[in-house]
């Protein structure tokens, strides 16, 4: 399995930015995509997930109503768009994913496989 996040890049306070994830090698929808972020100077902290089976979401309190996961637009790819975003999720992001649901938080060492990160700065 190879997860590959893409879509990082500098936003403005109160801006959007869409963040996609691809993976390859699941031969069923039976995963879960999550996001994890990783801010200068602070430990990894868990976003949000996404189970492939039933499209079900999931978001670290930090982030609900501003973040939305979903199915990508292109096959086997989930999306995380950000919106009214604020100097506090300037974080580099990381994309991971495990077999089964995904039912909320997760912590880091069930994740089985991960992708590279990509850096989001938001910045005025």
């Known amino acids: 399995v190879q997860l590959q996040a893409s879509g990082g890049g500098l936003v403005q306070p109160g801006g959007s930015l869409r963040l996609s994830c691809a993976a390859s090698g699941f031969t069923s929808d039976y995963y879960a995509i999550g996001w994890f972020r990783q801010a200068p100077g602070r430990s990894r902290e868990w976003v949000s997930c996404?189970?492939?089976?039933?499209?079900?979401?999931y978001y670290a309190d930090s982030v609900k109503g501003r973040f939305t996961m979903s199915r990508g637009s292109i096959k086997d790819t989930a999306d995380l768009q950000m919106k009214s975003v604020d100097f506090e999720d300037t974080a580099v992001y990381y994309c991971a994913a495990h077999h089964g649901f995904c039912s909320g938080y997760l912590a880091e060492e069930h994740w089985g496989y991960w992708g590279q990160g990509t850096l989001v700065t938001v910045s005025s």
């Open positions: 996404l189970s492939r089976a039933d499209d079900n979401s």
